[in-house]
């Protein structure tokens, strides 16, 4: 009987420590990216608006080049995005002396539905493949980066933001 409870206190604690590794090496959903400092990575993702995908349409970083801009990953199946994306839409609508562009990870169906239910006119492109996700190491949502005219992450924002938070963000960018 005492062999038997030491061999399954043994493979417990085997299971247990496996999983505490796998806890402390996996990326946290809210933490940075890593990027401040660097030149925004490139991509080009087809926008989506309230009437649907339109794969003729292409944005990404290099289309706001000359202006700061903050650059958003959100998606419609996570809270904390539905939360800040009115803060989104008004930043969106001041125009400017800045530009805002988002990325929406969820099928680009679900993100054109949310948009026409919520009266959102933001610019957002699809990130169908994770491509622009990987290519800023954006493992959690909402994710936020404010990049300077010259297209320097000034700011690498991970989690729900303020107002405040990212009016500050835009100033260091526009500097």
Known sequence: MNWQRAKWVGLTGAVLAALL?????????????????????EFALPRIAANGLDEGTLDGPLNHRGKPFLLHFWAPS????????????ELAQHGGDFTVLTVAGDESA??????????????????????????????????????????????DLPGAQTREALQAALTAAAK
């Not at 904390?80 to 803060?87: A, G, S």
């Not at 190491?137 to 994710?143: D, F, R, S, T």
């Open 78 to 89: 996570c809270g904390p995005c539905r939360e800040e994306l009115p803060i989104w839409q």
């Open 21 to 41: 590794v796998a806890i402390a090496l996996r990326p946290a959903a809210h933490e940075a990216s890593g990027k401040e400092g660097e030149v925004v990575a």
């Open 110 to 155: 679900e993100v054109a539905t949310y948009l026409t239910e919520h009266h959102l006119t933001l610019p957002v492109v699809w990130d169908e493949n994770g491509s622009a996700h990987r290519a800023l190491n954006v493992w959690g949502i909402p994710h936020t980066f404010a990049i300077s005219r010259a297209g320097v992450v000034v700011r």
